[in-house]
């Protein structure tokens, strides 16, 4: 996988792997912590979550702006790691209030600026060299795969540590169960018989004193995430030993010298001003979200966040020289669209959680199940590896692919014959399927596009960036099928004579197979690999020299920007049918492909 790479690849691979373990996990259950802990609504769990995810990235241009003044892109790096590690600390802690757990992902946030777009910038840097420059798009599809590596086992380990817990206190999961629980206490339940006999169910006994059960299994659902949180605490110190042990094969790049051009343009001085300016705005953003819970639901907040793009934008134009503005203008055109494809595509961690929680049917048969276990997933996974080996040329390789097959597919049918008729499943599981199709479609999709550049007929980075759009409309598309007809969730909620709104739960005629939620998960991971890393690809490969940490930077912001939006679909969650609000994505990803190949060949100028 890494023969003709620098050995430095190996580093970053490893170390964002470890890191992005923990930052999955937090994507995982984040949104459900937040509701089962603090008994949230979807509208408000959504703005800390867009919030969070928004801080995410657009710390990371404070992190590229000292990254790129300073050019100790590993040191701050380092940094990184650290201060994410005291961000899940904070987070591991049980009964934190609110605002302890907003600080906690502050700290996770910051750090994470100043580690993600540092790293992608080194990576950029390994292939500056002439001898690796042609591998460069493919370098980034395999140290995005190293990011999802780490991803898919997260879902897993993060479920699996909860039930446990909930276990020890005498209880069995129910991803519905916590807001019936508020709800119950909130005395706003509208039919307590069906909570009694949830109850009842995960109890495995008669619950007399719903009053108490609901107090506990809060208490033993939120601490499980709790739990969790610590162990994306100890994957950081993975990713913490690799990186220290193993620095050096990264580049370590030397300040660029002064020449009459850039002092011309006062380029020390901007980057300072922007540097302090765009410092405030965070600082300022971030002060008044964790001092006042309302702002998040103050239009003004959102506006400070697409100011603060503007201004990227501004003084981008200011600083730059008549020689680099063209590639300049090239990045900014793309940082638009990526605003609206992350704005639909995160959604997997907010919307699309709630309808795998609230919408998929809690328990499946016993070989749907083999995807939702670790054990029988993994055995699978490697009973299709063997399979495609038996397609080598070389005769040796199919030996080992058919052993490989018949051990791990009978293994896979044990598990099948062993599990029961109808099995549980957890709603975090569904976020391991985006990265278990990343794993084992990069490869694929890589020789794909080698094997049309051998037919110089591989699409540039700007059309995979344009037909990645489109890919994502289909993937919302099935989403936007499989809701016809459901119950929205505005139809569940109503407010009785005294004025009391009355919370009533999804019945199980409107819950569907996971087979719809896990086929646009699909369809929406192929249009990530046709974006993400090429957007990533396009970044470093167009970014002049003196802003490469900077548009690494820039490209975060759009990223954050779009993540700041994703609150459209937690707001309009319990307003619109179902149907309407996956529409809203279909439109925006339509448009974004329009807006894309409407400036394609701009774009592919800028390349050369």
């Given at each position: ?16 792997m ?25 509208e ?24 790129d ?29 609110l605002?302890l ?178 410092g405030l ?24 966040a ?6 990227f ?69 490697a ?63 890589m ?49 009785d ?63 954050a ?34 807006f ?13």
């Amino acid at each position: 996988m890494f023969k003709g790479h620098p050995k430095g690849l190996f580093v970053a691979f490893f170390s964002n792997m470890g890191e992005r373990f923990g930052f999955y996990t937090m994507m995982a259950i984040l949104v459900l912590f937040l509701q089962a802990k603090y008994g949230l609504s979807e509208e408000d769990a959504g703005n800390y979550y867009s919030w969070f995810y928004f801080g995410i990235y657009a710390l990371a241009l404070v992190g590229g702006i000292l990254a790129d003044a300073t050019r100790k892109y590993k040191t701050v790096i380092l940094a990184g790691i650290i201060v994410m590690f005291s961000g899940y600390v904070i987070m591991a802690l049980p009964g934190n209030p609110l605002a302890l757990t907003l600080a906690g992902l502050f700290t996770i946030a910051f750090g994470n600026g100043l580690f993600k777009g540092n790293l992608q910038a080194v990576v950029g840097q390994l292939y500056d060299d002439p001898r690796y420059s042609k591998v460069r798009d493919s370098a980034f599809m395999i140290f995005y795969m190293g990011i999802n590596i780490g991803a898919f086992f997260a879902p897993f380990v993060a479920t699996g540590v909860r039930n446990w817990f909930l276990k020890t206190q005498g209880f069995l999961h129910d991803g519905s169960l916590p807001a019936l629980c508020h709800a119950y206490q909130n005395q706003t339940l509208e039919h307590v018989e069906k909570f009694q006999e949830l109850a009842d169910k995960v109890s495995g006994t008669h619950v007399t004193d719903l009053g108490l059960f609901a107090q506990q299994y809060i208490d033993a659902f939120a601490r499980g995430y709790n739990y969790a949180f610590g162990v994306a605490a100890g994957a950081m110190i993975l990713s913490l030993l690799v990186y220290i042990i193993f620095n050096k094969l990264l580049p370590s790049v030397e300040k660029i010298k002064k020449t009459a051009t850039t002092e011309k343009t006062g380029t020390n001085a901007n980057l300072v001003t922007f540097l302090l300016g765009g410092g405030l705005m965070i600082a300022t953003s971030f002060i008044s979200f964790f001092l006042l819970r309302d702002v998040v639901k103050d239009p003004a907040a959102l506006g400070g966040a697409i100011g603060l793009f503007i201004g990227f934008v501004a003084i981008m134009f200011q600083i730059s020289t008549k020689e680099e503005r063209p590639r300049v203008t090239s990045l900014i055109m793309v940082f638009i669209v990526v605003i609206f494809f992350w704005m639909s595509f995160h959604q997997n961690g907010l919307t699309l959680t709630f309808f795998a929680r609230d919408y998929t049917v809690k328990e499946v048969g016993a070989f749907t199940n083999i995807f939702f276990n670790l054990e029988s997933i993994l055995t699978f996974i490697a009973a299709i590896a063997g399979l495609v080996m038996l397609f080598n040329k070389k005769n040796s390789m199919k030996l080992v692919g058919a052993a490989t097959f018949l051990v791990f597919g009978g293994i896979t049918y044990y598990f099948i014959t062993t599990y029961k008729s109808s099995n549980p499943i957890a709603p975090e599981i569904f976020q391991s399927f985006n990265p278990l199709f990343i794993v084992s479609l990069t490869f694929p999709i890589m020789g794909i596009f080698a094997w049309l550049n051998k037919k110089n007929m591989e699409p540039s980075a700007p059309k995979k960036i344009g037909i990645g759009m489109i890919i994502a409309a289909i993937g919302f598309t099935i989403i936007l099928i499989a809701s016809l007809g459901l119950i929205s969730p505005y139809e569940l909620q109503y407010l009785d004579s005294s004025g009391a709104t009355r919370y009533n739960p999804v019945p199980d005629s409107s819950r569907v197979v996971p087979y719809w939620l896990m086929s646009g998960y699909l369809v929406l991971t192929i249009a990530e690999l046709f974006l993400s890393p090429m957007g990533l690809s396009f970044v470093s490969k167009v970014a002049p020299p003196r802003f490469q940490g900077l548009m690494q930077g820039g490209w975060l912001l759009a990223t954050a920007v779009g993540n700041k939006f994703l609150f459209v679909g937690s707001k309009f969650w319990a307003k619109l049918p179902l149907w309407e609000l996956w529409a809203i994505f279909i439109v925006c990803c339509v448009l974004s492909a329009i807006f894309i190949f409407s400036i394609m060949k701009r774009l592919e100028a800028a390349t050369k």
